[in-house]
Each structure stands twice: as structure tokens, then as C-alpha cells.
């Protein structure tokens, strides 16, 4: 999760939403990335899609069932499919997020009836997750209002 955090604090230097993800397997990294909405003017420009597109070029195929994600933020919709798709064997994630978080907060796509069911474990380094999205919208308002 540290490098995943890594990942956020480089997002939150060129103004993106700090979030980062890295997708590990065998201990080993596989791929990393942040946010890219702003920079890349794309709305797919997830630091999870990113890293899933990443790991799977690696990799040679569109399967990650050996492979865990590190991500600083509770995926949304998008991702969360996205994880389900890839077939992602374990998620840890920082932050719950109460606006989009679709791997237990605002809903729960494991309690779908998809084909796949990743395991998920949500509050790692949860603390220092929250820290840094609240310190960006803190900075993102005060700049707003000057």
C-alpha cells in the first residue's frame, strides 16, 4: 500500500485526484500507476484501469487471477468492474469512499452474482489514505476561493 501511496502523492503533484494503485504478483510488482483523468483528458484514466491495462500487457493476457491490487481509494462502479473482469484474486484498499465505493460502502458489487467474486480487505493504511484526498480538496478549495 506504501508504494500505492507513492502513486497517489505523484498524482496530487500534476493536480490529479491523489489516488495510485500497484497490482502485485508472487510478491513481485507487476504494474503501478495513478490518477490520469486531468492530464490525459479521459474519464477512463483510473489509477486502477491504468495499472489493469499495464499488468496485462505485461503480462501477456487479459487473466490477473494470480494477482492482488494495492489501491489508496475504494474502487467505483468502473474499476470495480473492471476488477471483476480481470479476474483480480485479492483487493486491499486505503480509504472508504461513501460517494462511489462499490466494494462494501455505497454498495457491494461482490453481492452481485457476477462470475467472479474477488476477496476484498478495505482500510489499509486507511489513515494516510484519508490524508491525502482531504489535503487536496483542501488546497483544491482554497484555490477555488482566492
Not at 502485485?24 to 507487476?30: F, L
Not at 483480480?88 to 457476477?114: Q, S, W
Amino acid at each position: 500500500m506504501r508504494l500505492a501511496i507513492v502513486q497517489a502523492k505523484t498524482a496530487a503533484s500534476l493536480g490529479e485526484v491523489p489516488v495510485g494503485a500497484v497490482i502485485v504478483r508472487d510478491d513481485e510488482i507487476v504494474a503501478s500507476a495513478f490518477n490520469r483523468r486531468e492530464t490525459d483528458k479521459n474519464a477512463l484514466a483510473h489509477a486502477e484501469l491504468m495499472a489493469i491495462d499495464m499488468a496485462c500487457k505485461k503480462l501477456g493476457g487479459w487473466r490477473l487471477h494470480m494477482c492482488d491490487l494495492y489501491v489508496t481509494l475504494e474502487p467505483c462502479p468502473m474499476c470495480a468492474g473492471a476488477i471483476i473482469n480481470a479476474r483480480i484474486k485479492h483487493v486491499y484498499y486505503g480509504a472508504y469512499d461513501k460517494k462511489a465505493g462499490c466494494m462494501g460502502t455505497l454498495t457491494d458489487f461482490n453481492a452481485i452474482p457476477f462470475n467472479h467474486h474477488p476477496l476484498v480487505t478495505g482500510g489499509i493504511l486507511e489513515d494516510d489514505c484519508k490524508a491525502l484526498l482531504s489535503s487536496f480538496f483542501t488546497k483544491l478549495r482554497k484555490g477555488a476561493n482566492q
